[in-house]
Nanobody
Framework: QVQLAESGGGLVQAGGSLRLSCAAS????????MAWYRQSPGKQRELVAV??????NYATSVKGRFTISRDNAKNMVYLQMNSLKPEDTAVYYC?????????WGQGTQVTVSS
C-alpha cells in the first residue's frame, strides 16, 4: 500500500521561500515519476513540477523559482519554492505514478501574502 504525506506548508510574505516535503511509504521505485500539483479555490488542479528518471519539468509559471528534488534512498520528494508570489497561494499535493496507478497526499496549504 502506497501512502504519501506532505509537510512544510504555511504562511509566507511575497518574495519569501518555503520548502515542501513529501514522504512516500510502500514499495517505491526510483523510476516512478513523482510530482507536485496545486489547486486554488475555483481552479483546476495543475501540475507544478515533475521528476522522473533524473529529469525534471516545471510549469511555466514557476520555472526559475521552484526546484523539485528527490531522495530515492529516503523515498522523499521536495519542492523548494523561492520568490513566492500571492498567485502561488494554493493547496499543494504530492503525486506518485506507481506503475500506472496514481497516488495523492492529503495536501498542504501554502498562503503567500502581498
Amino acid at each position: 500500500q502506497v501512502q504519501l504525506a506532505e509537510s512544510g506548508g504555511g504562511l509566507v510574505q511575497a518574495g519569501g521561500s518555503l520548502r515542501l516535503s513529501c514522504a512516500a511509504s510502500g514499495s517505491i521505485s526510483s523510476s516512478n515519476p513523482m510530482a507536485w500539483y496545486r489547486q486554488s479555490p475555483g481552479k483546476q488542479r495543475e501540475l507544478v513540477a515533475v521528476t522522473a528518471g533524473g529529469t525534471s519539468n516545471y510549469a511555466t509559471s514557476v520555472k526559475g523559482r521552484f526546484t523539485i528534488s528527490r531522495d530515492n534512498a529516503k523515498n522523499m520528494v521536495y519542492l523548494q519554492m523561492n520568490s513566492l508570489k500571492p498567485e502561488d497561494t494554493a493547496v499543494y499535493y504530492c503525486n506518485l505514478d506507481h506503475f500506472g496507478a496514481n497516488y495523492w497526499g492529503q495536501g498542504t496549504q501554502v498562503t503567500v501574502s502581498s
